[in-house]
């Protein structure tokens, strides 16, 4: 009896195929999700950059660019252009109304300083000080001179009783005005050398200081608007060269300042 011979089946076995397909659908599944998870690295890092800058909270404009601009984004360019015109025209209005602002005042305080010039002149003329207090204008204001002879003896910053007089009715003149006083001490340029003065510099100091000082303990003026300066021999008014004008030149200046260099 002969054996059968068995059928040999060429190709790959049907469940092979399925295998095959399953397998393929599996691989076509996770490239799907791959390709559906893929992150844009520079929008990541652009996003996590701005989460770190404080500033985002400040209504900065988004650090991402846009990938379809509209023209809304371009308006808000051309508003904020308009913006910075009409600030800078406003800064130029202001500026100007200022500076117009700023010479009226100065013209103003010039005419104030003149009348004031003027009635100090008629105080002085009034009170017969006009041989013992000169008054001027220049470009800081008016200025009062007083003599050394009136207040201080030779090398000494004490107050005369003889000068108190004078002294009093100035702290009268000054209490009808607001404007701030510097009271300037000057001397020629002889040599001083005591134990209290050293220098000029120090009896000059002590003589602008000691004028102040009389003026605010017998008047209701505030002390704030005094201002103390020795300039020693720095600043004569004639040559130290001869005894009449050493004795111009040793002497206290109050200067009543312009309401502008305050």
Do not use: C
């Not at 890092?45 to 846009?66: C, G, H, K, W």
Request: proline share 3%; charged share 30%.
């Amino acid at each position: 009896m002969k054996r059968r011979k068995k059928k040999v089946v060429k190709g790959a076995p049907k469940w092979m195929v399925t295998f095959a397909d399953m397998v393929t659908l599996i691989l076509v599944f996770f490239v799907l999700l791959f390709s559906m998870s893929q992150i844009d690295l520079v929008k990541f890092q652009a996003v996590a950059e701005s989460f770190r800058n404080r500033m985002i909270f400040d209504s900065y404009p988004s650090t991402l660019e846009m990938d379809h601009p509209t023209e809304n984004s371009e308006h808000r360019e051309q508003n904020e252009g308009s913006d910075d015109t009409l600030n800078n025209l406003s800064d130029a209005e202001d500026q100007e109304q200022n500076e117009q602002t700023n010479s009226e005042v100065m013209e103003d305080n010039q005419e104030s300083l003149d009348k004031l010039l003027a009635e100090i002149k008629t105080f002085l003329r009034e009170n017969n000080l006009e041989n013992t207090i000169t008054a001027n204008r220049t470009d800081q204001g008016v200025v009062l001179i007083l003599q050394e002879r009136i207040l201080f003896d030779t090398a000494e910053a004490e107050i005369k009783s003889s000068g108190e007089p004078f002294l009093e009715k100035v702290s009268l003149l000054l209490g009808n005005i607001p404007n701030e006083i510097r009271v300037e001490g000057h001397t020629d340029n002889r040599p001083i050398s005591t134990a209290r003065y050293p220098s000029n510099w120090e009896l000059s100091g002590a003589r602008a200081s000691s004028v102040i000082r009389y003026i605010i303990d017998n008047s209701n003026l505030d002390q704030s608007r005094f201002i103390a300066v020795g300039y020693g021999d720095t600043r004569p008014i004639v040559k130290n060269n001869s005894e009449a004008n050493w004795r111009k030149n040793r002497r206290v200046e109050i200067v009543i300042l312009e309401l502008s260099q305050q």
